[in-house]
């Protein structure tokens, strides 16, 4: 053994080579800040006598440490904000796609109300068209059953008058008051109606379209007749408009084609269903005046 080995060692540890170069640049920062303040001050100036407190290295951490937490600060900003953007992007592609679907029904609910109100309408003209071949169908049965009644009424006016004089003339009489009364009902229910609705294909009791007025006002007295206008003027024989009588129809138009026909009530005057403005009115002949007249009593 040495005969050293038993003596403990006396040198100091050695120190880091980092904590070494770390205090070295200190030691040289401090060294030149006084060679610079020296260099600057004036050659007469007086001695230091203060100590100049250097900065420490926990103070250089300290600094580190904001620097390093407003970096982390920021960091955190940007992506709140990023975030944030984010968000108001899928907001608005949400609310896109919300406009977009509400778009679509609304005109899914458009197209669907314009297919109903086609589908009525498409109804209602078959209705039409259906109560239009009806009344066709009613007025071809009803005209030979009108032409039947007025021929045995011809008839029956011919027969009487070739009986005795004192027969004829009592035939001849009851035969003015039966006609005088039957134009007396036409004209009285066609003045009851005045005041009625116009409609088309109307047939009342409270509302009405002209022929059928007419018709209604003849089926009062208990004459059949057509339905339609031009069948009704095509009836009974023409009479001149100077020559008219109570009950009398009058038409407009040709008298096989006509488009509108009125009831004469006298006194130079007659009731008709005009039209959806004015309904059923009694006026007179100037205020329209017709194209001809048929008598059918």
């Not at 600094?63 to 108001?88: F, G, I, M, N, R």
């Not at 977009?100 to 068209?129: G, H, S, T, V, Y």
């Not at 009986?163 to 009851?192: D, Y």
Request: aromatic fraction near 4%.
């Amino acid at each position: 053994m040495s005969h050293t080995a038993h003596i403990p060692s006396h040198r100091k540890p050695r120190r880091s080579a980092s904590k070494l170069a770390l205090r070295a640049g200190v030691a040289g920062g401090v060294l030149s800040t006084i060679a610079v303040a020296g260099a600057a001050g004036p050659a007469s100036a007086e001695p230091v006598t203060e100590t100049i407190e250097m900065p420490t290295l926990g103070s250089l951490g300290t600094d580190l440490s904001s620097a390093v937490a407003a970096s982390a600060e920021a960091s955190q900003q940007e992506a709140l904000d990023q975030s944030l953007e984010a968000q108001e992007a899928a907001a608005l592609q949400t609310a896109a796609k919300e406009a977009k679907k509400a778009k679509a029904e609304a005109d899914r609910k458009a197209e669907a109300e314009r297919a109903e109100k086609a589908r009525q309408e498409a109804e209602a003209k078959a209705e039409r068209a259906e109560a239009e071949a009806r009344a066709e169908a009613q007025a071809r049965a009803s005209r030979d059953s009108a032409r039947t009644q007025l021929t045995a009424t011809s008839a029956s006016s011919s027969d009487s008058g070739s009986s005795s004089s004192g027969s004829s003339a009592g035939s001849s009489s009851e035969s003015t008051q039966v006609s005088s009364g039957t134009a007396a009902s036409i004209v009285a229910f066609a003045r009851a109606q005045v005041g009625d609705a116009y409609v088309t294909g109307g047939t009342g009791p409270n509302s009405w379209d002209c022929s059928g007025l007419v018709q209604a006002a003849y089926a009062a007295a208990g004459i059949d007749l057509p339905r339609i206008s031009y069948q009704q003027s095509s009836m009974g024989t023409s009479v001149s408009l100077s020559n008219l009588q109570p009950g009398d129809v009058l038409y407009w138009g040709s008298r096989s084609g006509s488009y509108h026909v009125a009831i004469y009530v006298g006194g130079g005057k007659y009731v008709g269903a005009q039209n959806s403005s004015t309904g059923v009115v009694e006026r007179s002949l100037d205020w329209d005046p017709p194209s001809g007249a048929v008598r059918l009593l």
